[in-house]
């Protein structure tokens, strides 16, 4: 799998990473050495060359920031067309994760949040409202240890390093799956329910920069530019990461 290095920091802002929470590697865990090296073409030309040479249209994944799709659509407004769906985690309805109303992803380049959310791709938008309903507690834990797979060991691992901050921080059962609810709405939308809203991200107050203020009573008469996921069925979800696990 090729790898693409993007932009090195946020559009305004400085760079904010999150070691106190995923460790200085980002995973915590010994993978083996890579196969490949990096690219040489920056990541953001490589979006942009994908999408604009589609037969048809692509759907994108974003697991953080925002930076490098914002800046691939606003040196190629018409990479817009080519987007099918975007699938994102970020965001909340409720509560942030970063400071009390912000969630990291959006938090680290608002801006660059800002910029993708007006532009018309009317994203899916997986927030922390609906992944801290989806834990991983220590049974779930053990299940997948119990794979014995390196990749399922890996995972636990991440899962076990992950999860002693934010439990102890928030005292909640176990770690939540964030980004991995992406990929499993991705393969079975079915395991999640949400609804159609307008959602614009804070850009200018200190005290809640990075929130996503959501309308979810279309209180302001915006149309919606996102679906917003509300629920998520959390065992069929560990049921679906255990069952992919077990093929790795």
Do not use: W
């Amino acid at each position: 799998m090729p790898v693409f290095a993007g932009c090195p920091r946020p559009l305004l802002r400085s760079l904010v990473t999150a070691e106190e929470v995923h460790g200085e590697t980002g995973l915590q865990v010994n993978l083996p050495d890579p196969q490949h090296p990096l690219q040489t073409q920056h990541g953001v030309s490589f979006l942009i060359e994908q999408l604009m040479g589609a037969a048809a249209p692509i759907t994108l994944a974003t697991l953080g920031p925002l930076t490098n799709l914002a800046v691939a659509l606003i040196q190629q407004p018409g990479i817009a067309n080519q987007i099918g769906e975007l699938v994102m985690m970020g965001g909340s309805i409720t509560q942030g994760n970063i400071t009390p109303s912000a969630e990291f992803n959006l938090h680290a380049d608002p801006h660059a949040a800002k910029v993708v959310f007006e532009a018309g791709l009317k994203p899916t938008v997986l927030g922390l409202d609906v992944t801290h309903t989806v834990l991983t507690p220590p049974k779930r834990l053990n299940q997948i240890r119990q794979i014995g797979s390196a990749a399922a060991i890996a995972a636990a691992d991440m899962l076990a390093f992950y999860g002693a901050e934010e439990t102890a921080r928030l005292g909640i059962a176990g770690a939540p799956l964030h980004d991995p609810c992406v990929i499993a709405y991705l393969l079975k939308p079915d395991l999640f329910k949400g609804q159609d809203a307008y959602i614009e991200v804070e850009t200018i107050s200190p005290l809640t920069l990075g929130r996503t203020v959501v309308d979810i009573n279309r209180a302001t008469n915006c149309p919606p530019n996102a679906h917003i996921i509300r629920t998520a069925n959390a065992d069929g979800i560990y049921k679906l990461l255990i069952e992919c696990l077990k093929r790795l």
